[in-house]
Nanobody, 124 residues
Framework: QVQLAESGGGLVQAGGSLRLSCAASRGILSPYAMGWFRQAPGKEREFVAGISRNGGYLNYADSVKERFTISKDNAKNTLYLQMSSLKPEDTAVYSC?????????????????WGQGTQVTVSS
């Protein structure tokens, strides 16, 4: 079992950058594939990015490709999401999730553990 806690959210202007972190406050991340999801007000939760258990396979939603980078540091027990060229439509609560499997998934139903989320607001 693992407990996850996100940090790094905040208010940023369009075109700016933020780095989100997801730390394991209990347990370790190395057995898990990980994902970032986001949910904007009035919208369903959507997949943002995923990383395999060993970090060798990455996948992204089309809306964030070339702008966001997911990474995982098993030694530090931390998952990251580097976000650049942010747009107002990126505004959402961002959550990390862990899946006890080799590969990540774009479906939120495939994840076993979730963090509480961190708010990202991009102003125009």
């Amino acid at each position: 079992q693992v407990q996850l806690a996100e940090s790094g959210g905040g208010l940023v202007q369009a075109g700016g950058s933020l780095r989100l972190s997801c730390a394991a406050s209990r347990g370790i991340l190395s057995p898990y594939a990980m994902g970032w999801f986001r949910q904007a007000p009035g919208k369903e939760r959507e997949f943002v990015a995923g990383i395999s258990r060993n970090g060798g396979y990455l996948n992204y939603a089309d809306s964030v490709k070339e702008r966001f980078t997911i990474s995982k540091d098993n030694a530090k027990n931390t998952l990251y999401l580097q976000m650049s060229s942010l747009k107002p439509e990126d505004t959402a609560v961002y959550s990390c999730a862990a899946r006890q499997f080799i590969l990540s998934s774009a479906s939120s139903h495939d994840y076993d553990y979730w963090g509480q989320g961190t708010q990202v607001t991009v102003s125009s």
